[in-house]
Structure formats: structure tokens, C-alpha cells
């Protein structure tokens, strides 16, 4: 048994080896012009680069990412990003293939270099939150594996693509997952008061709260300060 046991624990620290040579080389593969933009971006906001900790902001309905950096005691704008494609609606994911995006607040928990979608950073759906109300109703499979990544076509992740998510993957790698976090809203709660449906999910209202009171943390006076013109417009450059 303890060679069994030894023999198991080698073969994980080879895989775990093997994953994180293969990230590295991914990173070092990555254009000089990547770093380049990152720093750019962040020089504009008056940011340090690498910052402190980052907080990715999906907006379902307008489909915009914003990059939002810890530094001072305060979270600063950085950059809004086009999300390209995203399937499903407002709305949680409640069950594996309805093809909708999970709401909610998530932590990168891996950056994957071998994505048949260029490059991929995995969210840890379903949290705590997701499983508790899966366990209350009898849903046995809410999901799981949800991406945000390169292309442009997606089924129940976020794809914004290679141009960008070679940014975010080298962002997220040089600031670390445990420093890095992503809130996905069905729409702004910043601009737009929340509304459940009727056929909603009951903890539906209490989700959208916990939400909001996130994001109002990432005020619409300090993007607008830091955008000359419309933000979708720069995320383009």
C-alpha cells in the first residue's frame, strides 16, 4: 500500500511539473507586444504595473469586460474589454448544458496554455453559493469547466478573444490567481435597479443584492473620469 501511495503521490508532482513547465513556456511565448499594451493600459490610469490585485467585471447584456486594479486603498479603472461572444441570457446557469453563463463572484482557479480556444483561465463554478442551491433543489449537475478565453464563439463561457485573453492570461499569471477574482452580472446594477422575474429562481433577488453591493465598489465616476471617449470604443485598440 505505502508503494502504491508513493508511487501515486510521484505521478501527481510529474502531471503538476508538466502543467506548470508548459504555462511557462506559453508565458515566455507570448509577444513582447502584449507587455507592452498591459503596461500602456496601466501607465494611462495611473496605475502601477503589476498592481497589487485585479477584479474582472463581465456584463452579460453589453457584453463588456471591465479590468479594474487595486492600488491607494481603492479599486481603479484600467480598461474595458469586448466580450466577442457569450451564449444564453440573463439569468444563472442552473444545470450542465443549458449553455448559460454562471452570475456571480468567482476566482480563477487555473490558467489553462492548451485551450482549444488559444488560451483559457478557468472560474471555480460552481462556488459555494451555486452548490447550495443545487443541493436544495435536486439539481445533481449545475456545471462545470466555464472559461474565459480566446476566439470568438463560445457555449456557457466568456470568449473575448486571442488579442485580449493574451493579455488577461499574462495579467492574471504575473499578478497570481489568489490575487485575481471575476464578477459576472446579468446587466449594470451601477445604472439599472434589479429585477427578477416571476419564473426566477426563489434566491434569485438575494444573489442579485449580494451583486450589486460588489459592484458598487467599481463606481461609474471613476471609468467615466479615466475614459476620454466611449470605453467600447478604446477596448478596440
Known sequence: MRKLLLLLVLMLNSAWASQDA????????????VERRLKARFEQAGVDYPPQRIQLIA?????RLELWAFQHDKWQFIHDYAIFAASGGVGPKLREGDKQVPEGFYRITELNPNSHFHLSMKLNYPNGFDWLNANREG??????NIFIHGSAWSAGCLAIGNRYIEELFKLVAKVGLEHSAVLIVPY???QREITVTENGPAWLGELYAYLKLRLVQFPLTEKRFKCAYDCREASNK
Open 188 to 190: 449594470d446594477f451601477r
Open 59 to 63: 456584463l452579460k447584456e453589453s457584453r
Open 22 to 33: 508548459e504555462l511557462e513556456v506559453a508565458l515566455e511565448h507570448l509577444s513582447v507586444s
Open 139 to 144: 439539481r445533481v449537475a449545475p456545471g462545470s
